[in-house]
């Protein structure tokens, strides 16, 4: 099993910044993938962006130009710095982990992240 955790949500004013991570523990295969995705009330959860265990990582077009995906390979971690933050970003951000290797996903928590105007 994989355990998944992520750290670094709060309150900020919109212009501001957050630094979002998320830390895979357990047994964590090769090859995964590990993404942030969040969510509010009454939506269905989107992707934000992603990271795999070789070069990859990505984040969405809406969110391009402020957010950037970092990562740990090593320490299996994901970090998502966001910048220039919008009250439009306000969300609980949660961390998924997955491989072929299992047959289901991981999850965290989630995190609030909450902009004001």
């Known amino acids: 099993q994989v355990q998944v955790v992520e750290s670094g949500g709060g309150w900020v004013q919109a212009g501001g910044s957050l630094r979002l991570s998320c830390a895979a523990s357990g047994n964590v295969l090769r090859p995964y993938a590990m993404g942030w995705y969040r969510q509010t009330p009454g939506k269905q959860r989107e992707l934000v962006g992603f990271?795999?265990?070789?070069?990859?990582?990505n984040v969405t077009d809406s969110v391009k130009g402020r957010f950037t995906i970092s990562r740990d390979n090593r320490n299996n971690i994901m970090n998502l710095q966001m910048n220039n933050l919008k009250p439009e970003d306000t969300a609980v951000y949660y961390c998924?982990?997955?491989?072929?290797?299992?047959?289901?996903?991981?999850w965290g928590q989630g995190t609030q992240v909450t902009v004001s105007s």
């Open positions: 998924k982990y997955g491989s072929p290797k299992y047959d289901k996903d991981f």
């Open positions: 990271v795999t265990s070789g070069i990859n990582t």
